[in-house]
């Protein structure tokens, strides 16, 4: 069975400076999906970012990059220019390569913005 | 931008009763999902549903939960008999068919007393 391991729970970052949240990931498959999700204090999981496994290029998305480390099974997550909005709590996902399969996530980074 | 809506935001219920949570999936999404997250705990996945049947569910999923689309746009999770352990926020997820991207409800938060 796959799991995600965030080990930081708790990170904190001063607005406008760069933060990077930790996943690590175990898998025995070649192909996957792999997200970060966030969860404002409204509870609501929004997407930040995706990355495809057989993609070796690292996905961004504005502010938000990866850093997709395959054979180490990483996949961390760089917040550049850090908003006060960014304050939320972050999960990492892995979903296997089969359409329609389940999530499996990480245990929560909870991220403060620090003014 | 469409949108996965579920209602009620929150549902207070006593042990016992049963409870059905509803999700209105985006339209032309053909894969549906129910989540659960403790307080304080991770998301958990509960089950998944394609073409009217259940496609993969876990071991939490048991005999007192059921799905259903009743219709061409509902997607229920029905609790037959709350426990105190059921209290969590719920979450459907929806998908389309050629893209790998879950996208999730607000939830509802189901406090059972």
């Known amino acids: 069975a796959q799991t995600v391991t965030q080990s930081q729970p708790e990170m904190s970052v001063q607005e406008a400076e760069t933060v990077t949240l930790s996943c690590t990931y175990d898998?025995?498959?070649?192909?996957?999906?792999l997200f970060w999700y966030k969860q404002p204090p409204s509870r609501q999981m929004i997407l930040v970012i995706r990355?495809?496994?057989?993609?070796?290029q690292n996905a961004t998305e504005n502010r938000f990059s990866v850093n997709f480390q395959k054979a180490a099974k990483s996949f961390s997550l760089k917040i550049s220019d850090s908003q006060l909005g960014d304050a939320a709590m972050y999960f990492c996902?892995?979903?296997?390569?089969?359409?329609?399969?389940?999530?499996?996530f990480g245990e929560g980074t909870q991220l403060t913005v620090n003014p | 931008e469409p949108e996965v809506t579920q209602t009620p935001s929150h549902q207070v219920t006593q042990m016992g009763q049963e409870v059905i949570l509803r999700c209105v999936p985006i339209?032309?999404?053909?894969?549906f999902y129910w989540y659960r997250q403790i307080l304080g705990q991770k998301v958990e996945f509960l089950v998944s549903?394609?073409?009217?049947?259940?496609?993969?569910k876990s071991e939490i999923f048991d005999d007192q939960f059921s799905v259903e689309r009743p219709d061409g746009s509902n997607f229920t999770l029905k609790i037959r008999s709350t426990k105190l352990e059921d209290s969590a926020m719920y979450f459907c997820?929806?998908?389309?068919?050629?893209?790998?991207?879950?996208?999730f409800g607000a939830g509802t938060r189901l406090s059972v007393l």
């Open positions: 997820a929806s998908k389309r068919l050629a893209k790998n991207i879950q996208y």
């Open positions: 898998t025995s498959e070649s192909d996957y999906y």
């Open positions: 990355q495809e496994a057989y993609k070796q």
């Open positions: 996902a892995y979903q296997g390569k089969t359409s329609g399969s389940r999530l499996t």
């Open positions: 339209s032309n999404h053909l894969y």
């Open positions: 549903f394609y073409n009217n049947e259940i496609s993969e």
